[in-house]
């Protein structure tokens, strides 16, 4: 099999375990959530979930990657996947552990004190979810991943499933039975409480499923291994934290950073509803996030494998190339169909469509620099990743403070996109000097113009909401997909077959 199909393949597959999830995800909970609950409400979700994916990439702290790299060198792979798994066991503990003791002090300190269950039920999450991090790395490692995909489903419709049970199913039956059973296992004054805890039990059904993955394997644990695999690791921590500054610092910020207008009587509940208006309209933006995610998920491994290959760089310039190609055909379908997008979300949170295409563009620039990455994966240069991410870091908080006062929500999005180009062009100066990779850029920057051009044409050509509006616009999305045929069929025929 051509590696190109190969991964195209895998990427497929890994979409199983990270699209069809996430999808259902958000097209079940989002229109759910901003249905059932006040843009402030929707405002705290945001924000905690910023800290969760922060805090996932702090207790992993680059031991996904370090396990990719050593499970393709070590000859004995199972030491590694237990020295690993054994390193996270430990801190996921200690995390959790310190957590429960002070999880009063953590509420307060970010202005949720009536309420420090929250940091309970996020502690037990973010501990379990790293934990789970190697037994779901070692299967896409393994290339198990129908296995690897179905799990995450399962995890998803465990969570959706308890959300309706707990928000929906629960306060209707109760309304007309108060004194049945189930009385006993509903509190109404917990709220939004009853999505993290639905969260929470997806966890904890999922780490049981992995169970029979984790004893599978003769456990050692060895020092000089684990002291390689933190060495290797710890330059991606920090490429990780200052990646998750680049993504989430705008929600953790926001409230300190927001002006708030002095007709407002009730300043806590406008900055939230501010904050819950900004992340239901950037989670419209999730085609772009979930294909970058199945994307990495396979071409991580994929990278590492075809290393020592003779046309490896030549095979790295084709997946750039076509990788950019799906991401330009997402952006213009979300884009053009923005109208029928929207209904995803309440009607109340749609003040802020205008962020949307800045956010999608944002993410094609983060995937495009995670591809740029593998020059310095490969040559175990891992320092330079970290340097560029907090370059992006800085210029990601900067542009906050300045904007986000200013322009609100808009100005968030904005710095998202100034953080992601820099990173781009900082990664591409660095791989020309260490890895030079020949990408297609005639064709590339033909591809980023003809998307552009298409969109811009249907901003400037405006047309009811109806259907030869959807007509139109679903000729554009053809159009490119026509082009990008033509000048890719040569080269497609090549790669492919």
């Known amino acids: 099999m051509k590696p190109l199909k190969q991964l195209a393949g895998q990427t497929a597959v890994y979409g199983m375990g990270t699209i069809v999830p996430r999808l259902l995800n958000y097209l079940l909970l989002t229109p759910f959530y901003t249905r059932i609950f006040a843009e402030g409400q929707y405002g705290v979700v945001t924000e905690l979930y910023a800290y969760v994916a922060f ?10 990657t370090s396990f990719f790299r050593y499970a393709q060198s070590e000859k004995n792979k199972d030491s590694v996947f237990s020295t690993a798994i054994s390193s996270l066991l430990v801190t996921s503990s200690v995390f959790i552990f310190l957590a429960l003791i002070f999880s009063g002090e953590i509420a307060s300190l970010i202005r949720y004190p009536h309420h420090p269950e929250y940091i309970i039920y996020f502690a037990i999450i973010v501990g379990v979810d790293a934990f789970t991090s190697i037994p779901f ?58 999505a993290f805890i639905s969260n929470l039990i997806a966890s904890i059904v999922t780490l049981i499923l992995l169970i029979p993955d984790i004893f599978k394997v003769s456990f050692s644990f060895d020092h000089r291994l684990l002291k390689k695999m933190l060495s290797y690791g710890f330059p991606l921590l920090l490429v990780g934290l200052f990646g998750m500054i680049n993504e989430v610092s705008d929600k953790v910020l926001f409230k300190f950073l927001i002006s708030v207008p002095d007709n407002i009587p009730d300043r806590e509940n406008y900055i939230l509803s501010q904050l819950g208006v900004y992340g239901a309209n950037y989670r419209l933006a999730v085609l772009m996030t ?59 949170f749609r003040a802020g469509l205008g962020i949307v295409p800045i956010i999608l563009l944002a993410n094609l620039l983060l995937g495009i620099f995670f591809n740029l990455s593998v020059w310095y994966k490969l040559t ?16 990601t908080v900067v542009l906050n403070v300045l904007l986000v006062p200013k322009y609100g929500y808009t100005g968030a999005a904005w710095a998202h996109l100034a953080c992601y180009f820099s990173m781009v062009v900082l990664s591409f100066i660095g791989g020309r000097r260490f890895y030079r ?22 901003e400037k050509i405006s047309f009811a909401e109806g259907t030869l509006k959807y007509i139109v616009h679903f000729s554009y999305i053809v159009l490119f997909i026509v082009i990008a045929f033509l000048l890719e069929r040569r080269k497609y025929h090549t790669e492919f077959h």
């Open 437 to 458: 990779i020949n990408y297609d850029f005639l064709n590339i920057f033909l591809y980023f113009f003809f998307a552009f051009g298409l969109y811009f044409l249907s």
């Open 55 to 64: 805090l996932l990439v702090l207790l992993t702290y680059g031991m996904e």
């Open 290 to 348: 979930l294909f970058i995610q199945m994307f990495r998920y396979a071409a991580e491994p994929f990278f590492f494998s075809h290393a020592r290959e003779e046309n490896a760089k030549q095979l790295y310039a084709s997946v750039m190339k076509y990788f950019i190609i799906f991401c330009l055909l997402i952006f213009l379908t979300v884009t053009l169909f923005l109208d029928i997008f929207k209904y995803f979300i309440g009607p109340d």
């Open 137 to 194: 790395a070692r299967l896409r490692q393994q290339n198990r991943a129908f296995r690897f995909a179905w799990i995450k489903i399962i995890n998803v419709f465990t969570n959706v499933f308890f959300n309706f049970f707990f928000l929906l199913f629960l306060p209707w039956f109760l309304k007309d039975n108060p004194d049945s059973i189930l009385s006993s296992i509903y509190n109404e004054n917990i709220g939004i409480g009853y």
């Open 380 to 395: 175990d240069m891992t320092k330079y990743g970290a340097v560029i991410a907090f370059v992006g870091a800085i210029i």
